[in-house]
């Protein structure tokens, strides 16, 4: 069974900090992994990796990916309150369907 | 451009009730799919339609029913609802099933 794990599961930090987060997984025929913001309604896509070792940037957030060790880290840098989400590991498998695997969730609290 | 849309918003239903959420996008996206989130269960799928004309069971599907009603619209139905499921629904697009996947503004669905 596909399976995502993230962590820390909750994390509190103050403007500024920088913090990691981090997607463990074991999937499938593995095809991309995915990241998303939630804030009080629907996610956000942020990214998505294919290739090992690349980054993918996008202001203060970036992301790689390690397919040989099978996991993903989203780094933000000065963190600001308007960080503060949940923020969503997902992974594509091979499967006919591309079926989407989501962790739990990391849930980002960040104080003034 | 609105993105994806969803209706209604929230329901309460009563046990062995019917109702359909209904999703619509427009994006042209070929593939649509239908989530159910719950606390420290993470998203999971419940139906998805690779493209239209055609519906498939994801993870999670007895007691659900799905319509592409065209390119642009994917419906689901609870034909008799109950507690268990009582969650936030999403629905979700993609250009196709292995693209990233954009998510609706959710529905709240309470079964009493």
């Known amino acids: 069974e596909d399976k995502v794990v993230q962590s820390p599961l909750s994390l509190v930090v103050h403007e500024g900090d920088t913090v990691t987060l981090n997607c463990s997984y074991e999937?499938?025929?593995?095809?991309?992994l995915l990241w998303y913001k939630q804030e009080k309604k629907a996610p956000t896509f942020l990214f998505m990796l294919t290739s090992s070792g690349i980054e993918k940037k996008s202001g203060r957030l970036s992301s790689i990916l390690d397919k040989k060790e099978l996991f993903s880290i989203l780094n933000i840098t000065a963190t600001q309150t308007g960080d503060s989400a949940i923020y969503l590991c997902a992974v594509k498998g091979g499967t006919s369907y591309g079926k989407l695997t989501f962790g739990q969730g990391t849930i980002l609290t960040v104080h003034p | 451009n609105a993105g994806v849309t969803q209706t209604p918003k929230f329901q309460v239903l009563k046990t062995g009730q019917s109702m359909t959420l209904q999703c619509a996008q427009d994006?042209?996206?070929?593939?649509m799919y239908w989530y159910r989130q719950d606390p420290g269960m993470g998203l999971r799928l419940i139906y998805y339609s690779a493209s239209e004309g055609t519906t498939d069971k994801g993870e999670v599907p007895n007691g659900y029913n799905v319509s592409r009603l065209n390119k642009r619209e994917f419906s689901l139905r609870l034909e008799s609802a109950a507690p268990s499921q009582t969650s936030v629904y999403f629905c979700?697009?993609?250009?196709?099933?292995?693209?990233?996947?954009?998510f609706g503004p959710g529905t709240r669905l309470t079964v009493t």
């Open positions: 979700a697009s993609s250009e196709g099933l292995f693209y990233e996947q954009y």
């Open positions: 999937v499938t025929n593995f095809r991309s």
């Open positions: 994006m042209n996206h070929n593939s």
